[in-house]
């Protein structure tokens, strides 16, 4: 698929990996609805993109765990735009410690991570059908495969979502939609910083790594455009800055 023209949605796109991705697509000629909590955030990031008084991003509320939030989002695609194309459901939240702390911040982990994007996907499949097919993007990440010692929900939640993504791959024969996973280590975002808050995870950090944020958006890109991956996430390590993890090797 090619990005120029398309109509994008992303979930957690006001900061870190979503804004950057927000960035690229708006360069690469796409117009992008940004949902995020961080209205302040959202709103200058709109303001950046959209200049010339041309219309190429549009910023609204979303808090994912309303159902009716993520819906808003998909309504003013199709009502601005006149439809949706890519779907990337990148919004995510961890914290150290998010199962000890004998508190249920672990359910609001869940929510984010897994249920609105399972959410999101639904709504992705409803829209993209109108439009004869489309692509739909997951934000997993590689504590799927290295589970975090302290964060045992958010490890879940994003081993979830590789299982969930591949789940969904013969949607490419059915319906031309292809639903994949992005699975980065480390990068700079307030995401990250609150799940390496502690000594805990120097472990994790030295054995996974960092990896520009750039690697992370190369990712989304690829997917968009390689119109033969479906059901696969690409892993985005030190090692190799995007390998595929086909649906034979998970």
């Not at 993504?165 to 490419?172: E, N, P």
Request: glycine share 8%; charged share 25%; net charge positive.
């Amino acid at each position: 698929m090619q990005i120029k023209d398309k109509v994008v949605i992303i979930t957690g796109g006001a900061n870190g990996s979503g804004a950057a991705l927000a960035r690229r697509l708006v360069n690469e000629g796409a117009r992008v609805i940004i949902g995020d909590i961080d209205r302040k955030a959202g709103e200058e990031l709109v303001t950046e993109l959209n200049q010339n008084n041309k219309v190429n991003a549009i910023f609204i509320f979303c808090d994912v765990t309303n159902f009716d939030h993520l819906s808003q989002l998909f309504d003013t695609a199709q009502n601005t735009f006149g439809g949706v194309d890519i779907v990337c459901n990148n919004a995510g939240i961890g914290r150290d410690n998010e199962f000890y702390d004998q508190t249920n911040r672990w359910i609001k982990i869940i929510d984010v991570n897994l249920n609105a994007v399972i959410k999101g996907t639904q709504l992705g499949i409803q829209y993209l059908k109108k439009r004869g097919g489309g692509v739909i993007i997951n934000t997993a990440s590689m504590s799927a495969f290295y589970s975090l010692r302290n964060a045992p929900v958010y490890s879940t939640t994003k081993r979830a979502v590789v299982w969930f993504t591949q789940s969904l791959r013969d949607l490419k024969d059915t319906d031309k939609i292809r639903v994949n996973a992005v699975a980065p280590v480390f990068f700079e975002s307030n995401l990250t910083q609150g799940l390496i808050g502690s000594k805990r995870h120097e472990q994790a950090v030295k054995h996974l790594g960092f990896v520009p944020i750039d690697d992370v958006i190369n990712a989304f890109i690829r997917i968009i455009q390689d119109d033969k991956l479906a059901g696969d996430t690409i892993a985005i390590t030190t090692k190799d800055k995007s390998k595929i993890i086909s649906k034979s090797s998970l």
